[in-house]
Nanobody
Framework: EVQLVESGGGLVQPGGSLRLSCAAS????????MSWFRQAPGKEREFVAR????????YYAISVKGRFTISRDNAKNTFYLQMNSLKPEDTAVYYC?????WGQGTQVTVSS
């Protein structure tokens, strides 16, 4: 059974940083691209970042490029989203994703 478990969300001030983690199980993690999405209140879920099998290729939404960094540790079946220079508009529930599977989400709130 595929399981994705996010952690690391919380409340942070504008300009601050957070690191999200997603622990994966139930599939061969190192063979899959992994992605982060987010959904703000009243908005559709949107793509944030994606990383290739070995981490050699990464892709970002324009809104987060240069501020967020996606990475992975295949030995730990875990991937990450380092979020810097956070803005109030980054407030959302963040989800990790592989194919049709989603985690439960972790809330990120950016507010002073």
């Amino acid at each position: 059974e595929v399981q994705l478990v996010e952690s690391g969300g919380g409340l942070v001030q504008p300009g601050g940083s957070l690191r999200l983690s997603c622990a994966a199980s139930g599939f061969t993690f190192s063979r899959y691209y992994m992605s982060w999405f987010r959904q703000a209140p009243g908005k559709e879920r949107e793509f944030v970042a994606r990383i290739s099998w070995t981490g050699g290729s990464t892709y970002y939404a324009i809104s987060v490029k240069g501020r967020f960094t996606i990475s992975r540790d295949n030995a730990k079946n875990t991937f990450y989203l380092q979020m810097n220079s956070l803005k109030p508009e980054d407030t959302a529930v963040y989800y990790c994703n592989v194919n049709d599977y989603w985690g439960q989400g972790t809330q990120v709130t950016v507010s002073s």
